[in-house]
């Protein structure tokens, strides 16, 4: 019996070509390197927008900082310009903090003083006020709470036996009031009947030589309804200060926000004599000689609004060209580079700055 043979049809033979393959094969390579491209440019794109979410947080947060301390800052302000790095400004300024927790221990515990300072009663006054610059009434029944201003106080180490010797003070205008205000004053006098008053008549204090010097009092009567009283000590002081160091904004000595490249200040107040202070007005916006590169004192007092300009930078080079822009006198940089940048600026009303 002969051997089966089987016929093979090479029609009907299936595969692919040397060339055929070669074909497919660059064809998926081009897909793939495409594919990778896209992937790789995504990536890129995210970590830049990733890059810039993060420096327009960073300036953000330096804005809520710097904001708040220049809105409660007083004239003692010490403004240093172009100091830090490519030019940046500084700003060491100091307000009144909350007396709350802030007057300690009993320093007699054997006395009959108790009360803190922290716990005196808050007191506003009244806008129907007397024609004597040395007394003003207030809302509250002072033969009520508020007759502890006559009872004295202890904070910071310190009693004070009663108003007669000169309770320091701090007045403020009404939220909301324009001028907002603060002044420091002393109060030398409660008076618990149905007038309601308080007595600020001029006072003696103790100057650097030992003898009294009679300290001017403020005409506290001449501050608006409803402006709030409370007690003051200089205890209760913050100082503070804003600068850049190695891309890093501080606060003191505390890191507040990173990749800050630039921070500048401009100050307003009534520099036209007009009577009026107008942040829109460009001729009530310093533009005079500093000394020392600060400005001069009879300027300083003058001061109601500080703009605040913060110039952010991202953390690495993108695939960008800019220039760190010209802010306030702060010229613009020779050179360019591949950071991106963002700029936030705004205007922020001194409320203390009279004290």
Not at 293 to 314: C, E, F, H, N, Q
Request: hydrophobic residues 35%; aromatic residues 8%; charged residues 25%.
């Amino acid at each position: 019996m002969k051997p089966a043979i089987i016929k093979i049809d090479k029609k009907q033979e299936s595969g692919f070509t040397l060339i055929e393959v070669l074909v497919a094969l660059a064809i998926f390579s081009i897909v793939i390197v495409g594919v990778i491209e896209v992937f790789v440019n995504s990536n890129k794109s995210y970590m830049m927008q990733d890059d810039i979410a993060s420096m327009q947080q960073n300036i953000r947060i330096a804005k809520m900082f710097i904001e708040r301390d220049v809105r409660m800052a007083d004239a003692s302000f010490v403004f240093e310009n172009g100091v830090g790095e490519g030019g940046s400004d500084k700003l060491t300024m100091g307000y009144v903090e909350s007396l709350d927790n802030a007057c300690g221990e009993d320093p007699d515990p054997t006395d009959d003083i108790d009360r803190p300072c922290s716990e005196l009663s808050t007191l506003h006054l009244k806008g129907d006020m007397p024609e004597s610059s040395s007394v003003a009434n207030v809302y509250e029944d002072l033969s009520g709470e508020a007759s502890d201003w006559e009872e004295g106080c202890y904070c910071g180490g310190e009693t004070y036996d009663s108003p007669q010797y000169g309770f320091q003070a701090i007045i403020e205008t009404p939220k909301g009031y324009d001028p907002a205000v603060s002044d420091i004053f002393y109060l030398t006098g409660v008076n618990a009947n149905k007038l309601n008053q308080l007595i600020n008549h001029p006072v003696m204090l103790e100057g650097e030589d030992g003898k009294n010097e009679k300290f001017d009092n403020k005409i506290i009567n001449a501050y608006p309804d409803k402006s709030i009283i409370n007690f003051y000590i200089p205890e209760s002081r913050i100082t503070t200060s804003y600068e850049i160091k190695d891309g890093e904004l501080l606060r003191g000595d505390q890191l507040i926000a990173d990749n800050v490249e630039d921070l500048q200040f401009a100050f307003c107040g009534d520099f036209d004599n007009d009577g009026i202070v107008d942040p829109e007005n460009t001729n009530d916006w310093f533009n005079g000689e500093l000394e020392e590169g600060d400005l001069p004192a009879d300027s300083k007092i003058l001061v109601r609004y500080v703009r605040i300009t913060l110039l952010g930078r991202t953390s690495k080079q993108h695939q960008i060209s800019d220039t760190r822009p010209s802010i306030e006198d702060n010229a613009q940089a020779d050179t360019q580079d591949k950071f991106n940048r963002r700029l936030l600026q705004t205007t922020v009303q001194m409320r203390n700055a009279s004290l």
